[in-house]
C-alpha cells in the first residue's frame, strides 16, 4: 500500500456526557467484543497500510491500554508498524493538541519520515469496514488534491452533527459545512480523507503560522474553492457513535442479523482478545435476541440487550433493550430496561432502572463486596 494511515482519537464529546468521563470515545466497547477504534484499526490493516498512527489525547489510558500491542492488527512487521501518539512537552511546544490539524502538526516529524506518497486520515469513533485502495485509486483517478469519503444518510435524518456537502455532476465538493443549524444536503462526511504527504505537510505548517487548528474548518472548508476537493461516495454501513442516543443505536444495530453477519463476513474486524471462559448460563437464565461476551454469568432474563465482557447479572432480574458495559455486576431481582450500565458499575438488588424518556445512563460506583 502506497499510503501511511492516521487515526484522529484524541476528541471528547459532551453529547457521549457520563459516558466519556472514563475513556476517549473511540475507546469505547460496540458490538459485544470490540472497541470502536478497532473498526478503523482493521479497515487500515486489511487494506494493507502498514504504517499506521494514533493520535489520542483525551482519557488516553484504556485506549492505551488496548493499543498496548500492535499484532492483534497485524501491524507487527520490520517495516512500518503501529505508532501511538500524545501530547509531548518540548522545548518549542508544550501545549496540548488544539486541533485535529494541530494534532497532526505536532506530530509532522512523524509524516516528514515516511516515504509513502499519499495519507489516509480516518476518526476513531465511526463504526464500518471500508477499503482504503478504492478510494485511493479513485483519488488518482480524479487528479484530486483531497478525497473525502462521502454518505448519502436517509431523507429526515438529523445531520447537524456532521459536515454536509455539496457535490457538482463531476463529484467535485462545491460547498461544504461543518455542523449546519440548517443543513442544505442530506450527504456527509464520513471522516475519511485521502491527500498526498507532501501536500499534507506544507498545508499543515502554513495552518500552523496562522494559528489555526482545525483540519475540517481551516482545511477543508477554508481550501474547498482553492484545492481540487473530491468526494467518494460509499452505500455500505456506517455509523458516528459520539452521541449517547447514535451508540445505543449503533450497538442495537449489531442484534440484526445483516448487520452481524456483514462484519463477521471477510475482511474481518478484528480486536484485542481477552483470556476469558465462555459465558455461562445457570438455572434461571432466559436469552433472547441479545449478545453475550466472554467471561458473563447469567442468571436471570435478558431480552434485546447486548453483554460485554464478565457481566455478571444476579438472579430474578428482567434486562431488556440494554446495554451492560464490561465487569458490571447486577444484583438480585434488579430491572433494568433502556438503559446503558456503565462499566465496573454495581447495582444494588432490588433496584429498577428505566429510561422512560431517551436513553438512560447508569452508572453506580457501590462496593459489590459489601453487599
Known sequence: MKAVGIILAGGNSNRMKELSRKRAIA??????????IDFALSNMSNSHVQTVAVLTQYN???????????????????????FLFTPTVTAENSDWYRGTADAMYQNIDFLKKRHEPYVIITNGDCV????????????????????IACKDMPVGSDVSRFGVIRMNEDSRIIDFEEKPLMAQSNTISTGVYVIRRRQLIEILEK???????????????????IKRIYAYKTNEYWS??????SY?????????????????AEPKIHSKVDDLPPAKYNTGSDVSN?????????????????????????????????????DAYIGD????????????????ANTYYCGENGIKIVSEENERYML
Request: aromatic share 10%; hydrophobic share 35%; net charge positive.
Open 60 to 82: 488516553a489510558r484504556s485506549l492505551n491500554e488496548h493499543l498496548s500491542s500492535s499484532k492483534w492488527w497485524d501491524f507487527g512487521r520490520k517495516q512500518g508498524g503501529l
Open 248 to 264: 445505543y443505536q449503533t450497538n442495537m444495530d449489531f442484534l440484526n442479523p445483516e448487520v452481524r453477519s456483514y462484519f463477521r
Open 333 to 348: 431481582n434488579t430491572h433494568v430496561e433502556n438503559c446503558i450500565v456503565e462499566s465496573r458499575g454495581t447495582l444494588k
Open 128 to 147: 464500518y469496514k471500508m477499503d482504503y485502495n478504492k478510494i485511493l485509486d479513485y483519488h488518482i483517478e480524479k487528479k484530486a488534491d483531497i478525497t
Open 27 to 36: 475507546a469505547m466497547p460496540v458490538g459485544g467484543s470490540f472497541r470502536c
Open 240 to 245: 458516528n457513535i459520539a452521541s449517547v442516543d
Open 290 to 326: 441479545s449478545l453475550i461476551a466472554s467471561g458473563c454469568i447469567i442468571n436471570s432474563k435478558v431480552e434485546n440487550s447486548i453483554l460485554f465482557k464478565k457481566v455478571f447479572i444476579g438472579k430474578n432480574c428482567v434486562i431488556k433493550n440494554s446495554i451492560i458495559l464490561n
Open 207 to 225: 495552518a500552523a503560522e496562522e494559528n489555526r487548528f482545525d483540519f475540517v474548518n481551516d482545511v477543508l472548508i477554508r481550501y474547498k474553492n
